[in-house]
């Protein structure tokens, strides 16, 4: 298993240095003069064109990385999107019909629940498309048409590289999808395949430049009881992500809000010395929710939060209500949660490893939950 993990301490770790490669992988193949190709879906845009709404399903760190893709199909493919978890889809009497395009999302591609969720849609008439990181598992085998994401192996419970290349497979879906509608314009296209190529260089600048930090905080950090993470918009279901890796691999308690939810409710329990995790929205690209998320930094430290943020290099607004500042490059709109989460997957394995935890077997936990 040493020579497995090719000199790293943890298949984990392993996997969070190997995210550069797969989301550089993931794209590799699929773009040809500045426009998305997916030869996979050669033979489909009848079906494209014919579909009113996306529905997205999967479980755990793949309904996250579906969360965020609803962002992008929405706005490159103009199609209402979805996203549910499968065992909560399995058992409702949903409404399905053949202009639904069921899209799961599985690293695995063997998760019982997201499998009997495939099954059950396409017995009800709706088409179906598999997200999927294991070539000819059973869920891609099960559905109508596949775009495999090509992060490699991952071993780890805790889901990383895959789950980058889960949300780059879905930006390359949309752009494909928005331009066999129609409705997603050559320039705005070409803008963002640009960005999409590159984000894996943005990804390793963090590893390099922040993966030192980050780990030392978590290291600081190695007695807490509870960490809060705040995110809006695509920073959402990145705040979801980095709760539910802490909480998988070192037990703390952990929960990720919806910044602009904290009024209704959680901002309740902010005392004083209490994390906070606050992902900050571009200032250039996102200057609105930028402001937004700033002021609700000021409200949870003027409660006491200790606040750790997640800010694009260049934000100074931050600097006056950060204990804590963690950079990533600039990056266009969309594109931040792919280089946000990075610093979340570090800091969550640097604190189950202060604690002295197996990062790659966490209690209780399988790779892939093959029953229902
Ligand atoms: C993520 O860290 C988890 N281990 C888990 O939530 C996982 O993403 C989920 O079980 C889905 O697995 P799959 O992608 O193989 O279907």
Redesign the pocket.
């Known amino acids: 298993a040493a020579a497995e993990k090719g000199g790293w301490s943890s298949f984990m770790a392993k996997e969070v240095s190997e995210e550069p490669d797969a989301v550089a992988n993931t794209v590799r193949g699929r773009i040809h003069d500045g426009a998305v190709v997916i030869p996979e879906l050669d033979g489909l845009d009848d079906l494209f064109r014919g579909i009113h709404r996306i529905l997205v399903i ?6 996250y990385a579906g969360q965020v893709g609803k962002y992008a199909l929405e706005q490159w493919a103009r199609v209402p999107v979805d996203v549910e978890l499968a065992h909560e889809f399995r058992y409702r009497d949903p409404v399905l019909d053949s202009g639904t395009l069921v899209v799961s ?7 019982m629940d ?1 499998l009997m969720a495939v099954k059950y849609a396409r017995e009800r008439g709706a088409k179906t498309l598999s997200i999927c ?1 294991t070539q000819g598992a059973t ?1 891609p085998r099960e559905s109508d048409a596949i775009v495999y994401t090509h992060a490699g192996p991952e071993v780890a ?4 590289k ?2 980058v290349a ?1 949300i780059t497979a879905l930006y390359l879906l949309a752009l494909h999808v928005g331009r066999v509608r129609g409705v997603l314009s050559e320039g705005d296209s070409a803008q963002a395949v640009a960005e999409l190529e590159g984000v894996a260089d943005k990804i390793a600048w963090i590893l390099t430049h922040e993966q030192e930090r980050t780990t030392q905080l978590a290291r600081w950090m190695a007695d807490t009881r509870s960490v809060l993470f705040l995110g809006r918009h695509v920073g959402f279901p990145i705040a979801l992500e980095g709760a ?2 802490l909480k ?1 691999i070192s037990y703390i308690h952990a929960e990720g809000f919806a910044a602009g939810e904290l009024k209704h409710g959680p901002i309740a329990l902010i005392e004083p010395g209490q994390p906070v995790f606050v992902i900050v929205p571009s200032p250039v690209f996102s200057p609105l929710l930028h402001d937004k998320v700033v002021s609700n930094i000021q409200e949870i430290r003027a409660r006491g939060a200790r606040v750790i943020v997640i800010a694009e290099e260049g934000d100074a607004a931050v600097l006056p209500f950060a204990d804590e500042v963690l950079r990533i490059p600039l990056a266009g709109p969309l594109f931040e949660p792919l280089l946000a989460v990075v610093p979340l997957h570090i800091f969550a394995m640097g604190l189950a490893e202060a604690k002295g935890l197996d990062v790659d077997q966490p209690r209780n ?1 399988a ?3 093959t029953v229902e």
């Not at 999967?58 to 309904?63: D, H, I, L, P, Q």
């Not at 999302?105 to 998760?111: A, P």
């Not at 419970?157 to 990383?160: D, G, K, P």
């Open positions: 999967a479980c755990g760190t793949a309904a999302i599985s690293q695995s591609g063997e998760t997201t990181n869920i419970v805790a889901s990383t895959a789950f889960q539910l890796k998988e936990l790779k892939s939950v």
